[in-house]
């Protein structure tokens, strides 16, 4: 009998190192031709390894995203591994010092484990939100580890047994077998939680199954998927719509790390689940971030795991049909790709990279979005998102060059593809067209005519946005960023400089450099030619509130901030800069620059809720591709938490003027404001405010 | 697709009610467009379509609002020229609601 459990735990360890090494050897064979930072994104590996270090024992993302998981999660794992060192006595002679130091802890550590892992397990069943989520393995599991630890208590405790004689069985029964990610399990807790500290706004709703499940997006015609070179349409046959969904999907396990490893890691502990704008507004289950995943992780398991190929109903696998494919447009068309979820996930697991795949997926079996490809064509046809030809963009700047001459007096230009600049400003082609978003654009005109820096705007690369990302398409992300070093050669510039538009600078501040050559990395000819053109002094690319803020540090911008005194301002952090990207030189940069600019032009300011803003920030509800009009449901209700902490600071403080650094959110704000009874010009862009502030000089 | 149908003529549009062909447009059929949006055309609504169809045969793009108003301002007089006027032409936004009537695609963007 004790040969029999010898053979069994050992064969256990094997399948379960075995599983593990064959996991790691998948994710470093599978290259990461993008950078996904991690929030706040660390400057230096030292500052790489204490965030790690921070996530591995403290359970840092955890403890900010659900106490009682927290807490139960550590009750089991500190609880665990004092076991386990306390176990150390069964294999070590003489038993050292500290083991034996740790012997009456760790018989105390043995009831933290269980009764963590009970909470853990509780939290399963009365947790409707974690109920929801859970899969019979996550049960199972959870019964495994109690079933341990109780037996583990009860030897100790009722009836003793002499561990010596079976060392070789209690040696491995900790290692359930199978998941090789189940050290880390963290499972929800107790009752609903009404942590103060974490929710000033008690706003977990109950979940409304299917509520936004009537709600899907236009379906891109085939003119414009062509367009792009994808399927004009679905195959009339299902199967054939079924492989090329797989298929496209292993290829994409191939190509990305990162998606390997976010399908495979959760533990569905649930501290995402109610962090996501979209679930807090609409109560629809499927708009839990980790729920959102689930749709493409249970098809990931049925085709690509063993436990899903064999046991699918048992770790909630199963097959592709076409009520799962539709589910997938549905869903990961309501998802704004804005990251906070992955800020409290101990894993750091990002739903924007899965929502990116289920789109490229859906792009590839012909079943595009129609929002986002017609734009991306008039990119590729015109120049930019909303399709303004050269002209049109010439007309507008002209117009605006008098209207600046006749408020100021200064002829500030406003200048178009001229040769030899040496800024080239790329900035969202919404600040030349919709209000408020052209204030800014003034703006960065005053800017650079104060401190006397030339700069040019191109009709190339008149679109700093890059829809390429929403719908996770490399080529389209590539294509759609070479139009800017395209510009730069053409234009031979020595700096390249991006306006207000949120995910432009997360593609330029993360993508660019191997895309494009912008930044170190790519090495191909052009890339290279770029990088000596470019002066190295300045980063490259920089963003205009980077460059705004170093011109005030050195004294070069003069302010009457007594301009802006009608505004009382409080500041949005818009999604992509908070948690995808970095300004300045130490981590935090992106939420303290545009602060300080604010500041530095104006006397009246006031954040918002801590909790709702730097990298916790609420998306505006419209960002990652949703920002069409069939989606305003789904876009007033997503907006629901910003607009609850911007109410706190408009009765509390009068604020009248929430800045922002984002087309999206200046379009999306203006649109959504009035449903929520305030006026939809209470939206602005920073530069709208160093516009309004700005001492243009003494010439007249 | 949808179409709409007048005088024996069958106008082609767009998921959203826009016309496919700009071609196609006439001031027939903006009536009917018109009362679809439930805006009552009066003079004034008839000189922004008439601009903004204007403006797209010189640029293949409808106005930016600054410079729509610019321009309503000038024929309809400058206490006219402001968003606001144009969203009391056209509560829906002026860019959206008159381009539908004015027979021009939607313009998309971060807007
Ligand atoms: S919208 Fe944001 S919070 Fe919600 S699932 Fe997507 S990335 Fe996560
Ligand atoms: S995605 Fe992360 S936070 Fe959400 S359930 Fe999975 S492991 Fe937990």
Redesign the pocket.
């Known amino acids: 009998m004790s040969l029999f459990f010898a053979i069994l735990f050992y064969a256990a360890s094997a399948i379960l190192v075995a599983g593990l090494a064959y996991k790691i050897a998948g994710y470093a064979r599978t290259p990461a031709p993008l950078s996904i930072p991690t929030t706040p994104g660390p400057t230096s590996t030292a500052g790489v390894v204490f965030r790690m270090f921070r996530e591995v024992v403290f359970f840092e993302s955890l403890f900010k995203g659900n106490l009682w998981i927290w807490m139960f999660g550590a009750m089991f794992h500190f609880g665990l591994a004092l076991v386990l060192l306390r176990h150390l006595r069964y294999f070590i002679e003489p038993v050292w010092f500290w083991v034996a130091i740790l012997q009456p802890f760790g018989l105390y550590a043995g009831f933290a484990m269980a009764a963590g892992l009970g909470g853990l397990w509780a939290r399963r069943f009365l947790v409707e939100r974690i109920r929801y989520i859970s899969t019979p393995s996550d049960h199972l599991m959870l019964a495994l580890l109690l079933v341990i630890a109780v037996t583990g208590l009860a030897m100790k405790f009722l009836m003793h047994t002499d561990i010596v004689a079976v060392t070789l069985r209690a040696k491995h029964a900790i290692s359930p077998p199978g998941r090789p990610n189940w050290r880390r399990r963290t499972d929800m807790a107790g009752p609903e939680i009404k942590a103060p500290a974490f929710r000033e706004y008690p706003t977990i709703p109950a979940l409304q199954p299917d509520a936004m499940a009537g709600l899907k997006c236009y379906v891109a015609n085939e003119k414009i998927q062509e367009a792009l070179g994808f399927p004009g349409k679905m195959a009339d046959n299902w199967q054939e719509t079924h492989d090329k969904a797989i298929g496209r999907m292993g290829e994409l396990l191939e190509k990305y790390r990162s998606l390997r490893v976010f399908l495979d890691a959760c533990v569905h502990c649930g501290s ?1 689940t109610d ?5 807090i507004g609409t109560g629809d289950p499927k ?3 980790v729920a ?2 689930e749709l493409m992780r249970s098809v990931y398991r049925r085709y690509f795991t063993t436990a899903g190929k064999l046991f699918p109903s048992l770790v909630g696998a199963r097959d592709l049909t076409p009520e799962v494919l539709d589910e997938w447009y549905k869903y990961y068309w ?9 800020v409290f996930c101990p894993y750091g697991i ?3 990279e899965i ?1 990116m795949a289920g789109r490229e997926i859906l792009d590839a079996v012909g079943y595009g979005q129609k929002y986002s490809n017609e734009i991306i064509g008039k990119v590729h046809r015109i120049g930019n998102n909303l399709g303004l030809p050269g002209p049109a963009l010439q007309d507008t700047l002209n117009g605006l060059e008098e209207d600046v001459k006749d408020d100021t007096g200064f002829d500030v230009k406003y200048p178009l593809d001229v040769q030899g600049a040496e800024v080239l400003l790329v900035t969202p082609s919404a600040d030349f067209f919709a209000e408020p978003h052209i204030e800014s654009t003034i703006g960065y005109g005053k800017v650079f005519h104060a401190a006397g820096i030339s700069w040019t705007f191109s009709s190339k690369a008149s679109e700093a946005g890059n829809f390429g990302m929403f719908i996770g398409n490399y080529e389209q992300l590539r294509k759609v960023a070479l139009r800017v070093r395209e510009a730069a050669l053409e234009l031979g510039v020595k700096r390249i400089v991006v306006g207000e538009c949120g995910h432009a600078w997360r593609v330029a501040y993360a993508f660019w450099n191997t895309l494009t050559g912008i930044g170190a990395g790519a090495s191909d000819p052009f890339a290279v030619e770029l990088q000596k053109q470019l002066d190295p002094r300045y980063k490259q690319p920089s963003h205009i509130c980077e460059v705004t803020w170093d011109l005030i540090q050195q004294g070069r911008l003069k302010f009457d901030k007594s301009a802006n005194d009608h505004r009382i301002i409080t500041f949005h952090d818009s ?1 992509n800069v908070a948690r995808a990207s970095r300004m300045g030189d130490h981590p935090g940069g992106q939420f303290e620059i545009p602060r300080n600019i604010v500041r530095a032009v104006a006397n009246r300011f006031h954040d918002m809720a801590p909790e709702t803003i730097g990298e916790q920030t609420f ?1 505006c509800g419209g ?2 591709g949703v920002l069409t009009d069939e989606l305003m449901d789904l876009r007033v209700k ?1 907006a629901l938490p910003r607009m609850e902490a911007l109410k706190r600071v408009v009765d509390d403080h009068g604020v009248n003027f929430m800045a922002t650094i984002c087309a999206i959110c200046k379009a999306q704000f203006s649109k959504v404001l009035p449903y929520y009874g305030f006026k939809s010009g209470l939206v602005g862009g920073v530069h709208q405010l160093v516009s309004t502030a700005i001492q243009l000089g003494n010439e007249q | 697709m949808a179409a709409i149908e007048l005088n024996g003529k069958t106008y082609e549009t767009d998921e959203e009610g826009y016309l496919v062909n700009l071609a196609d447009w006439d001031e027939d059929v903006a009536a009917v467009l018109a009362e679809q949006e439930n805006v009552q055309m009066s003079n004034n609504h008839w000189e922004v379509v008439n601009f903004l169809r204007e403006y797209y045969n010189e640029f293949q793009i409808a106005p930016a609002v600054r410079v729509l108003t610019k321009a309503i301002g000038k024929k309809l007089g400058p206490e006219k020229g402001n968003s606001q006027y144009l969203y009391e032409l056209f509560p829906y936004g002026p860019a959206k609601q008159a381009c539908k009537i004015a027979g021009l695609p939607k313009p998309t963007g971060c807007i």
Do not use: L, V, W
């Open positions: 995402c962090k996501c704008h979209y679930f708009n839990m971030p959102r995943q309501q998802c704004s790709e804005c990251r906070r979820c992955s990002d739903t924007a929502t999604c998306c960002g990652g997503g």
